[in-house]
């Protein structure tokens, strides 16, 4: 049987206001060969149901969530929209489409078998009154729409089962904003920054994590202390116990003895869980959504080894993923963060920009994060990568992200 061909697809969050996730938003992106370009976004969509509905399951891709879909006006017209998953899915109509009688009976169609409908760029036209009227959706672009109409927009508009979603917010100064004018939902990289440049004291709940994620990144983790620290906190020593009795580690005879559960996970399992509970221990009054971005640049990069013939690396490679927006966690320059819990300085470094092999591999999980088609055609060109791999890989690590993490955040 023919193997279908993956394709390239940027995950961007859909928050609501306690900063959970409402659903994602799934883009197409094309690989370095030249593929797909911007000009033919009807190409786009109907790739991206493709790779999401028949090489992966559309719910895998999303953690179960919604996912908004982009949808053109010609795509309208065609009898693949009737096909998509109206339970699990958002159609999004591009700022492209023109309100004519046509579009509206269409979108009204779809409406009626059932689709939610949200409309993209919204700036207040009152050409879209018809489809606003049963509309479940309204996005509107921060970074275009000026801050009055951001406002008269939902003074407007605004009716009972009408969610306004405010998108390309990239500092929490915006969020702050979109939050008192009354926006349902929230769209942008802001949660994956720190909330202030200005240094703040780590809060004294979360001084033990702190501790031990410092403790954890030395290159020879001292077990006796690791096992002091775990002591005193009692979610770290419950997490610990349950990790190490799971299945996956064979223990024949439950253990309750810290540091022989240490010894026992060894080195390397160590510090990916350590990491990840400690990060995860930071990150209790952020969006959780921020974690499980670390985790799908952390198994990207890890898995990137292996092509990239570093595998001796490949820890390396997923601490970097995992320290990456250490900035965020604790609202403090990254420089400083990092500095502060000793980091290896090459981790540091590709964090930082540094144009080493592993700066590069982070810099390719980034570009494919956002979906910047430029990026990753350098990066991948300079590799040599195949780019069905890179997208397979990148597919892969976003699911993986979302079953790790689900059992964590459970746990919490």
């Not at 620290?229 to 770290?236: A, M, P, T, V, Y």
Request: proline letters at 4%.
């Amino acid at each position: 049987m023919t193997q279908l061909p993956y394709a390239f697809i940027a995950r961007h969050p859909i928050l609501d206001r306690n900063r959970e996730v409402h659903g994602y938003e799934l883009l197409h992106r094309s690989g370095w060969d030249g593929v797909y370009r911007a000009s033919d976004p009807d190409k786009a969509t109907l790739e991206l149901l493709n790779t999401s509905m028949l090489v992966n399951r559309l719910q895998d891709l999303t953690d179960h969530k919604l996912a908004f879909v982009n949808v053109t006006e010609n795509l309208l017209d065609q009898d693949v929209l009737r096909v998509v998953p109206a339970e699990h899915t958002v159609l999004e109509m591009l700022e492209s489409i023109r309100p004519t009688p046509e579009v509206v009976k269409a979108i009204r169609e779809l409406h009626d078998v059932g689709h939610r409908i949200a409309l993209d760029d919204f700036d207040g036209d009152e050409a879209w009154a018809p489809v606003i009227a049963f509309a479940d959706y309204v996005k509107v672009d921060f970074q275009a729409v000026p801050v009055d109409l951001r406002r008269s927009i939902i003074e407007r508009w605004k009716r009972p089962g009408l969610k306004f979603l405010a998108e390309k917010i990239e500092s929490h100064e915006e969020f702050q904003e979109a939050l008192q004018l009354g926006y349902d939902l929230f769209q942008g990289f802001f949660f994956c920054k720190p909330e202030t440049s200005a240094r703040r004291e780590v809060p004294q709940g979360k001084v033990n994590h702190l501790e031990f994620l410092r403790e954890i990144s030395r290159p020879e983790p001292n077990l006796d202390v690791l096992a002091d620290l775990i002591r005193r906190e009692i979610s770290l020593s419950a997490k610990l116990l349950r990790y190490i009795n799971s299945v996956h580690f064979g223990v024949r005879a439950e253990m309750t003895s810290i540091r022989q559960a240490l010894v026992h996970l060894g080195e390397r399992p160590l510090k990916r869980w350590g990491t990840l509970i400690a990060l995860a221990g930071l990150a209790s009054d952020k969006p959780l959504e921020l974690i499980r971005t670390c985790l799908v640049r952390a198994r990207f990069c890890e898995q990137l080894a292996s092509r990239l013939n570093l595998g001796e690396r490949s820890l390396d490679l997923f601490l970097t993923g995992m320290f990456s927006a250490l900035d965020a966690l604790t609202d403090r320059p990254l420089g400083e963060a990092l500095g502060e819990l000793g980091v290896d300085r090459e981790i540091q470094g590709a964090i930082e920009g540094d144009a080493t092999d592993l700066g590069r591999a982070f810099a390719l999980a980034r570009a494919c994060e956002r979906g910047d088609d430029r990026l990753y055609r350098v990066i991948a060109g300079h590799f040599g990568l195949d780019e069905n791999d890179v997208a397979r890989l990148w597919t892969e690590s976003l699911i993986w992200a979302d079953e790790t993490f689900a059992p964590e955040r459970n746990a919490a």
